[in-house]
Structures are given as C-alpha cells and as structure tokens.
C-alpha cells in the first residue's frame, strides 16, 4: 500500500480512497459449505474506481470475489474465450469483434497498476471484509484529511459466531435446523472515530420506497456522522441517485442523452469538489 500511496503525491494533492464493492458471505460452517450471501454485483464500486483514477485519486480497491473489476465493464458478456480466437500459426489473438474493447480494459488496468494508482485486496467472508478494511484505515489514517471511504460494499446485518459454528458440514438427516444469529458489530462508528478519523467519508443506502430511504440516509448522517449518504432506490438506481449532506440534498443523474454514460461520472465529481472543500476546512 504505502507504494501506491507514494506514486499517488503525482496525482491529485495525494488523495487516496478506499473504494469497498460487492457482498459479504455468513459461513454457517467453520469448514465452510453453506453459508448466508449479501448479493451485489459490484458494478457501483468498479466503475467508480475508474473515475476516481480518472480524477487523479490512488484507489484502494477492496472488493468481493468474483463481482465486477474495474475496466472489465466494458468487456463483452460473452464467456472470455469467445473473445480469442487461434491463429494458423497456433498463436492467441483477439476477435476483431471484441478487439477494441479488449485493448481498452488492458491498457487502462495495466496503466494505472504500474502507476501504482490502484492496489486491488479481495475478501469474501464478512471477517475478512472487517479484517481487511480495519488494516486499510490504519494505513490511510496518517493521510489525515486527504483520505476517502466510498463505501458501496453491501455488508452483512447478521452473522454466526465463530464459536457458535458447526466444524463440519451441517447435515440435513437431522431435520430441520434453527439457528440464531448475532447482528454484526456496527463498524462504521469505529472506522469514523479511531481507525481514520479525519478521513472523508461516504456510505450508501438501498431501498425500494424512497419515503424510507431518504429517512435512513438522514439517520446515517446523523449517527454515524458521515460527510455523505448516498440514497439508492432499486429500480432507478443506475440512472440517478441522491447525495445526502448536512446542507441538505443533492440529485445526481447520468446524462441519458449518451447512451454510455454512468451516473457515477457525476457523482464522483461531486464527492471530489466536496472532498476538495473538505481539505481547505481542515487546513
């Protein structure tokens, strides 16, 4: 990390931002079989990724086991070999369907990892996300003010204590299972006051009723003292969201007149200028 983080001083003033994506899993297990998942995809927090190294930041990217990486968007659906094809010569080429699209996701990864811009850290269980994140914010924490967390991981609200779980794998001979779980320590009071607290913060909210959705971010702001709550309603999502602060709210929405714009463009414009305001506060 601290060689991303020197490599960053090029970029914007230092700036460095924890980006976290994608679900935690609940072992039931301690050798693990079954195990309870928080479902996301992972498309916010990779192609944020990308603007925030657009923007100058170096990226700390924690994120989830096989979800979206950053440039692969843009990648064809299509299962990865059908992007080759053999040449008569035995050599692996590219299909010129796919070839432009191919270059672009390769050279922009490759840039920004020899930059030493974008550091990627994946994690599965909730205990490694806690784990991995608790390391993170130590070791942006001497970055003071200049330090972002976009956290836009969906984090289990439950979870089964280690010394609760079954060794081996549960069996279903049994009949039926009751199981009690224990609500995951909320971590981000911590993560706000000890572990990076002059780090600039942003959490998200997901709801389907946009009444309560607005409640809870406001009552995110408030309790756990975030800079930003970002409210996510389900069904219009990825073409606008809405950025909760202390001065009131602010609607962000992906120009729909191009068909390949992301509302993550905007809003990661507005994390930057707010985040630059925030800087000149602390100095």
Known sequence: MERNYSSSE?????????????????????????YIDNFSSGHRGATSTEYFL??????????????????????????LLECFEVTSESNITVHPSHAKAVKEAVSEHRAAVIQGTLLKLPFTTIFEYLQILQLIALSMKS?????????????????????????????SSSGPMDMRLA???KMLSVLRKVWAPMAFYISF???????????????????YN????????????????????????????RDKTQATTDVEDPLVKLI?????AYISSES
């Open 54 to 79: 657009k923007a100058g930041y170096a990226v700390v990217f924690l994120y989830r086991r096989g979800t979206y990486q950053p440039y692969c968007r843009s990648l064809p659906e299509d299962p």
């Open 272 to 276: 930057v200028d707010r985040h630059s």
């Open 226 to 253: 975030m800079h930003m709550v970002i409210a996510n309603e389900l069904l219009t999502r990825k073409d606008e969201v809405i950025a909760v602060l202390k001065s009131g709210r602010i609607t962000v929405r």
């Open 205 to 223: 909210k997901l709801e389907t009723d946009t009444k309560i959705l607005l409640e809870k971010a406001d009552m995110a702001l408030k309790k």
């Open 143 to 171: 970055y003071g003010p200049r330090a972002v967390f976009y956290l836009a991981a969906a984090v289990s609200d439950f979870y089964v204590p280690w010394e609760s779980m079954a060794v081996h794998k549960i069996q």
């Open 10 to 34: 090029n970029g914007r003033d230092g700036r460095v931002v924890c980006v976290t994506s994608g679900g935690t899993t609940v072992p039931l297990e301690q050798r693990c079989i079954r």
């Open 183 to 185: 609500q995951v320590p």
